[in-house]
């Protein structure tokens, strides 16, 4: 097959529809919405079970009424996603191309994992004697959406191999744009006179404050939390600038102008470990007090992340090397360059990031030493 599933319009030619990765879905929440129901129905048979009102078939059936279900709110999602980005292509002054069905690829995608895992269902379902108590629609339904979501893990395990941490970066930054391109066209009267009615509601409910800490009420508390965090030391630095005289004043400047500062921040239990604080060896046990158990399975859990981030970073390196190759080809300057330019910024700096992670995992390995 080597095919990718629903490209969406105007994709590669705005930060709102870049083209992800190799290898990854052009569409990911349509390509996991099977994966999606697939889960709901096993929680729900699971809850019958408990109360003892599970039947045969009953996770089939489940899954094909999810599926039908997620697959409904999902395809309405990004039906009104496509209508604003219209608007948003009219207000760049872009002319976007068609999106396809499905398109042909140079290697293997997580689609044809699913696809090759739907067609299983299919087959398997086409046997009378499989799937016992499922019957009807249902009983297809259920078992092509149990199959693909099957597929779809096949291939984030054997095609894709991207590790989830780096796909919330993806996401992150896909959030990111969208809002401030929705925020934009929030300003732009002309641009968002002309998008549909349905256009319209579209914007309206990615917009909004209120539905936006519904969908994800951790996301916004945390910012609210950082963002308070982050005023508190605007407001107390000026002052404790200021009881020092000018002269410190501009010393600070000056030395501002010369350094560029960068921050790598670490989750809190990333580089904890024996006698390590704030991911530095502290020096406070003693041979007596030292565990060598407790030692060895933490040497062996920086061996594991340090694994991890260089499969990560020799992926990132691979994909800049690739996009640096298109970029330096192309000698006109226009917008499309411009947003490539844009994304070459973007994964260099997380790169970069690897980098430096991986630098202080070595660190706290050779410290626990």
């Not at 744009?177 to 990615?206: I, M």
């Not at 539905?211 to 404790?240: C, D, E, K, V, W």
């Not at 010369?258 to 670490?266: V, Y």
């Not at 991911?279 to 040497?299: M, N």
Request: net charge positive; with cysteine; hydrophobic share 40%.
């Amino acid at each position: 097959m080597v095919i990718r599933l629903f490209v969406p319009e105007g994709e590669g030619q705005h930060p709102l529809t870049r083209k992800r990765p190799s290898g990854l879905p052009a569409e990911l929440d349509l390509i996991t919405s099977p994966w999606r129901s697939s889960l709901a129905a096993a929680g729900i048979t699971g809850l019958f079970a408990l109360v003892g009102r599970s039947y045969p078939g009953t996770v089939l059936r489940s899954a094909a009424f999810f599926s039908v279900v997620d697959l409904s709110w999902t395809a309405a999602g990004l039906y009104g996603q496509r209508e604003i980005n219209r608007g948003v292509f009219k207000m760049e002054n872009i002319t976007p191309e068609p999106g396809k069905l499905w398109q042909k690829t140079t290697g293997w995608t997580a689609d044809d994992a699913m696809l090759a895992g739907g067609v299983l269902g299919i087959v398997t379902a086409l046997n009378p004697r499989a799937f016992p108590g499922a019957y009807g629609i249902s009983r297809f339904i259920g078992a092509t959406t149990v199959g693909c979501a099957l597929g779809y893990k096949t291939g984030q395990m054997f095609i894709t191999r991207i590790d989830p941490r780096l796909m919330s970066i993806i996401e992150s930054s896909d959030r990111v744009n969208r809002r401030r391109a929705y925020e934009k066209l929030q300003r732009d009267e002309e641009a968002k006179a002309s998008l549909s009615l349905v256009g319209k509601l579209a914007l309206k409910y990615h917009s909004s404050p209120y539905l936006q800490i519904l969908r994800n009420p951790l996301y916004f508390a945390r910012a609210r939390g950082m963002s308070g965090m982050s005023s508190g030391q605007q407001h107390a630095t000026p002052s404790s600038r200021a009881s020092q005289g000018p002269a410190l004043s501009s010393s600070l400047q000056a030395d501002t102008a010369k350094f560029t500062l960068i921050q790598i921040e670490f989750k809190a239990d990333d580089l904890t470990g024996p006698d390590m604080e704030a991911g530095y060896r502290a020096y406070k046990d003693s041979l007596q007090t030292r565990d060598e158990s407790v030692i060895q399975e933490w040497r062996e859990k920086i061996k594991r992340d340090k694994e991890q981030v260089r499969m990560e970073m020799n992926f990132l390196w691979r994909h800049l090397g690739l996009m640096e190759h298109v970029f330096y080809l192309d000698d006109k300057e226009d917008r499309a360059k411009d947003i490539l330019r844009r994304e070459l910024q973007l994964v260099n700096n997380m790169t970069g990031d690897m980098i430096v992670r991986l630098r202080k995992a070595i660190a706290a390995e050779a410290a626990s030493g």
